[in-house]
């Protein structure tokens, strides 16, 4: 298959459920529109074609405060794709 001819590879992350993490899943939703997310007990699924990119900003807006985006790994259960944790945003993409 060519390059031209590949489609973006479709990127995950898999947050725990919980009354701390909600607004993080919220921010990740608003950032990424179009994404698909799968509601499951204790967990949540958000995956979109192409990556997820993720902003301190947004996360700060519904957490109401101060977050660092290291603390996205207290969060995750699993992910599919390369993490890119940053000062201001996350990325998670395959890198080709």
Do not use: F
């Not at 459920?17 to 990740?28: E, G, W």
């Not at 957490?63 to 985006?69: L, N, Q, S």
């Not at 945003?89 to 080709?96: G, L």
């Amino acid at each position: 298959m060519t390059e031209a001819k590949r489609r973006p590879r479709v990127a995950s992350i898999d947050i725990q459920d919980t009354d701390t993490n909600r607004p993080v899943i919220d921010a990740i939703v608003e950032d990424n529109p179009g994404c698909d997310t799968v509601t499951m007990p204790g967990l949540v699924k958000i995956r979109r074609e192409g990556g997820l990119h993720i902003t301190r900003e947004t996360v700060e807006k519904h957490v109401g405060g101060e977050w660092e985006t290291s603390e996205i790994q207290l969060a995750i259960v699993s992910m599919s794709g390369n993490l890119d944790i940053e000062e201001d945003y996350i990325d998670i993409a395959w890198k080709r």
